[in-house]
C-alpha cells in the first residue's frame, strides 16, 4: 500500500515562504503523476500544482507565479516552494499520486493515494 506523508507545514506572515516536503512509503513518485491540493476552512478542495513524471508542470491561476512544484527522484520526495505568501493562502495542503500521466489540473477524481495533510496558516 502507499502511503504519502506531508510536512513543512507552519504558520508565517503575509510575503513569506515555505517548502512543503511529500514523502511516500510503497512507491516511487518518478513513476507517478503527482499533485499539490489545499482546502480552506468552508471551501471546496483547489488542485494547485502538478507534475508529471517527465517534470511538466501545471498550475492554478492563484498560485502561478508564486508556487513551485518539484519532485527529487533520488529522495523520492515531492515538494512545493511557496513564495510570496498571501493571507488566503491559508489551508491544508495535501499531495495526492496518480497512476496516471498528463492530468494537469482540475482531474481530482485520477488520484488514488492521499495524504494527511499539513497546515499552512498566513498571517496579514
Known amino acids: 500500500a502507499v502511503t504519502l506523508v506531508e510536512s513543512g507545514g507552519n504558520s508565517v506572515q503575509a510575503g513569506g515562504s515555505l517548502r512543503l516536503s511529500c514523502v511516500p512509503s510503497?512507491?516511487?513518485?518518478?513513476?507517478?503523476?503527482m499533485g499539490w491540493f489545499r482546502q480552506a476552512p468552508g471551501k471546496e478542495r483547489e488542485g494547485i500544482a502538478a507534475?508529471?513524471?517527465?517534470?511538466?508542470?501545471s498550475y492554478a491561476s492563484s498560485v502561478k507565479g508564486r508556487f513551485t512544484i518539484s519532485q527529487d527522484n533520488a529522495k523520492n520526495t515531492l515538494y512545493l516552494q511557496m513564495n510570496d505568501l498571501k493571507p488566503e493562502d491559508t489551508a491544508i495542503y495535501y499531495c495526492?499520486?496518480?497512476?496516471?500521466?498528463?492530468?494537469?489540473?482540475?482531474?481530482?477524481?485520477?488520484?488514488?493515494?492521499w495524504g494527511q495533510g499539513t497546515q499552512v496558516t498566513v498571517s496579514s
Open positions: 510503497g512507491g516511487r513518485i518518478g513513476s507517478w503523476g
Open positions: 495526492a499520486s496518480s497512476p496516471l500521466e498528463g492530468l494537469g489540473l482540475g482531474n481530482d477524481w485520477a488520484y488514488n493515494h
Open positions: 507534475i508529471d513524471p517527465d517534470g511538466t508542470t
